[in-house]
């Protein structure tokens, strides 16, 4: 590439490559993102969600036994909703809300 590596249009690049299939180029530009950004949990995620994808389960688990001996872990996303002018900031597993319905803790 000639410009110079830029992590987040590395990233950008990756995800590309996993819209389109492109296994072979996602390795390559996985493999420079890990050299250049090894503590950063977006590349293991998503090289491993891309071999979920097809079906490549030795190449996913590889990636996961990488991430734990380089103990990456992954950072949970977050979701931000505003209702009535105040903003509600949550992740998947929240269950902090006072209104939380007792009928989904029971599920």
Same mark, same amino acid.
């Given at each position: 590439m000639p410009l110079k590596h830029d992590p987040m249009v590395l990233k950008t690049f990756l995800g590309a490559c996993r819209a389109c299939g492109e296994i072979e180029m996602a390795s390559q530009v996985a493999i420079h993102l890990l050299e250049i950004e090894p503590e950063d949990h977006f590349t293991y995620v998503l090289l491993s969600h891309m071999y979920s994808d097809l079906k490549k389960?030795? +190449? /996913? *688990? @590889?990636v996961k036994k990488m991430? /734990? +001996?380089?103990? =990456?872990? /992954? =950072? $949970? @996303?977050? !979701?931000?909703?505003e209702i009535r002018n105040k903003v509600y900031a949550f992740n *998947? +597993?929240?269950? !902090?809300? $006072?209104e939380l319905s007792r009928d989904l803790l029971d599920d």
């Open positions: 389960w030795e +190449e /996913k *688990a @590889g991430m /734990k +001996e380089r103990g =990456v872990k /992954k =950072v $949970p @996303g977050w !979701s931000w909703i *998947a +597993e929240d269950r !902090s809300h $006072p």
